[in-house]
């Protein structure tokens, strides 16, 4: 019986069962009883779940029965159990040693054949699947290298011939205006002669004419039938066609052309841009949507025709006549965004739980088409203040008005139309600039704007930002050195620009330029202001001449209280209101900002102190004042704003004498109300009133995916060099560690899973190291 049920057990039903039984023997003979262990087996042996093992009588014993595989025993005690590995138990009474080119593992009961490429001795209980082992390491390092030899190789081709037609593009852009110019250079001069052929035409003309009319005259009386002069006369064309043909016809046509000429001497008739807008511009009788392009190069043609053209006009537009401007606006190739106005009205924000005034009392707007400055002393609240503009502001109550466009709205419903730079980096460090530019207008721009535009779009800013030349640099991450600060600041600038914002906040995005990479920024800037756009920035120390390239000017004292807000060019007469007046030679913002830092006594005859300066501008604009603030003023109380610059309390705040257990209180509920903030900014929906529809959440899902396998493929490299590590690190413990039926190779698992946690480790530590290593060498320089 013991015979033929060991014979009818399959191999994997037997391993499965032998695995159950080895984790349940371990088990149980550690925590059951003898008691229990038997109930258990005749609860298996009733419910059929389990195959017995083939079994092996102990040596000697021939009529042993075979009741012992009934029961439960230690695998790790007593081996003897099964067949041993490298033989193999046809019976329960024989046992043969297991040929050469065969294997025969612990338990069998006939031998297996070996793999062909693998070996087998005599008695072997295993295999050897070195050769196999060897061919597959080959593999994977051939496969390692050809990822780190040519993941790069996979996006430079691509990026290569995308610049490519993009250099075709330029090319032929290029050949077109030069062709333009000349074109236009050879109308001048055909003009020219024309006026006086035409002159010299006129005069003969009217010569003759006149003798030929007083000709007619003398004839008319006198005219014989049959003549000329007895005909009615003949229209002038028609003259022409009878008579002297040639000349007369050449007269005509240069008539026509003097007067095409006078009618638009900017007009290139006659000459065929070969994928100008013009052409398009004349089959749809309106500005282009760059629908009917196509290729990539047709594009690129498009968006760099595009951008000539706007630079011509820009020339054009530095020798404007007053008429010229009044055309210009009229001009629709000029895009006006939909403006946006803020108008914030005794807006006051408060720290929640703390009761800390970040913000008091800060009147005034910001107006489409102008470039606005908040500068003021460090913690004073530019940032607090911008946030609030956007709507970004957490944890805090607001009171005061918001108003956009004039009306009670929250600046939530605009957000898709705008663009917010934070202090911080937001650039993918692993994209190219292009890369990141693109990305951002394809998951901002409207979703039904033709791509060829949004191209236009991304090229218009790489333009204007100057970043041609890094175009196809990658950005840069710690491991990998990237382009420049500066270029970084204007790529993360640009990020924002080509979702063609209404409504532009920046937080110090000259910080760590130098200046003319400044100056090139806020010209970009200055250029957005002139379709309509309303910008509003932190800026830090600015240069005289950057100071005086913006249209506004908020100061701000520390606690967040206005000082100044209104016209650059009137904040020195406004200060010298006060008695204060900007020595020579110091630049104005750094003045006033050492001011309100407290560095500098303002040198007035007035006896204004900084303290003061906010209700002074209150009291100019009459704008009520706070009672606090007004003895603040007078020197009878301490001042809110000192109070807030220096973290200490304000209206309600007595932390002093409240317990451990009040401040852990406060600080809980002041978390509590930053992430339910948090929660409502992220998920509460307001209405949309941008009239701007982006793209799904499925096409920006596929965007997304496009990106991460892009910027996977970059980081390819590494990735390369860990698997090698890790393959190679494999192969080392898996020769070491001894792969037996007992463990199921259980050591070689754990020394993988040290392998990995320990070059995770490795990496963690590098980077941590790279990141010192910059800070360190900055300490250094
Ligand atoms: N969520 C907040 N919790 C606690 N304090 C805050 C919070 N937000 C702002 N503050 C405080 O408000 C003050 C103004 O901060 P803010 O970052 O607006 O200053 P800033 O003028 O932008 O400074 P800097 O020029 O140094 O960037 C600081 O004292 C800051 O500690």
Redesign the pocket.
Known sequence: MCLSEAMTVHLVVRVSSALMALLACSLARRVLTAHLQNSIMKLVHASQIFYRYSYQLPPGKQNHTCGGADKWADFSSSKELFCSGGSYCPSTIQKNPCSSGHYCRQGSTSQEQCFRMATCKSQSENQNITAYGILLFAGLIFILLIIYNCSDQVLATREKRQAKSREKAVQSVRETAQAREKWKSAKDIAKKHAVGLSSQFSRTFSRRKSTRHSDQLKGLGQAKPGTDAALPPMPPNEQSAGTSKGKKKDKSSLTQMIHAIEEDPNSHEGFNLEIGDKNIKKQTGKAPKGKQLHTQSQIFKYAYGQIEKEKALQEQNANLTFSGVIQMAGDTEISKRPPIEVAFKDLTLT?KGKNKH?MRCVTGKISPGRVSAVM?P????????LSALAGKI??CTMSGMILVNGKMESIHSYKKIIGFVP?DDIVHGNLTVEENLWFSARCRLSADLPKPEKVLVVERVIESLGLQAVRDSLVGTVERRGISGGQRKRVNVGLEMVMEPSLLILDEPTSGLDSSSSNLLLRALRREALEGVNICM?V?QPSYTLFKMFDDLILLAKG?LTVYHGSVKKVEEYFATLGITVPERVNPPDYFIDILEGIVKPSTSSGVTYKQLPVRWMLHNGYPVPMDMLQSSDGMAASAGENSAH?GSTPNAGSDGQSFAGDFWQDVKCHVEVNKDALQHNFLKSSDLSERITPGVFQQYRYFLGRGGKQRLREARTQAVDFLILLIAGVCLGTLAKVSDETFGAIGYTYTVIAVCTIFATHLWLWKVEENRGALLLLAG
Not at 378 to 385: H, N, Q, V
């Open positions: 720290l970040l003021g460090s913690g004073a609240g530019k940032t607090t203040f957490k944890g202090q932190v830090h967040g973290g």
